[in-house]
């Protein structure tokens, strides 16, 4: 399934992401920098984007940190921004 679905085989979807109307919520762990950097980019290019870095987490989210994640989202679907995590 990773095949046809990974990062590395699906088409760009850049160019469209400033048309996407809705709210979008992009979260990464600190220690991930390459998806860090590619949730900022991707928040940054939807017009209601946010992004929450989850700090002392990495790649795998859910499992690393349920309980940051679980917060962040919450908070995001209740109309917020995300949790702030302090520096």
Same mark, same amino acid.
Request: with cysteine; hydrophobic share 45%.
């Given at each position: 399934?990773?095949?046809?679905?990974?990062?590395?085989?699906?088409?760009?979807?850049?160019?469209?992401?400033? @048309?996407?109307?809705?709210?979008?919520?992009?979260?990464?762990?600190?220690? @991930?920098?390459?998806?860090?950097?590619?949730?900022?980019?991707?928040?940054?290019?939807? /017009?209601?984007?946010?992004?929450?870095?989850?700090?002392?987490?990495?790649?795998?989210?859910?499992?690393?940190?349920?309980?940051?994640?679980?917060?962040?989202?919450? @908070?995001?679907?209740?109309?917020?921004?995300?949790?702030?995590? /302090? /520096?």
């Amino acid at each position: 399934c990773l095949e046809k679905w990974g990062s590395g085989c699906l088409e760009p979807l850049w160019d469209g992401l400033g @048309d996407y109307p809705g709210r979008a919520l992009f979260v990464s762990g600190a220690l @991930d920098l390459k998806y860090t950097g590619i949730a900022r980019r991707m928040a940054a290019a939807v /017009p209601h984007g946010d992004c929450v870095v989850v700090p002392a987490a990495g790649h795998r989210l859910p499992s690393e940190c349920p309980r940051g994640l679980a917060r962040v989202v919450s @908070d995001w679907l209740a109309g917020g921004a995300g949790v702030a995590f /302090p /520096p």
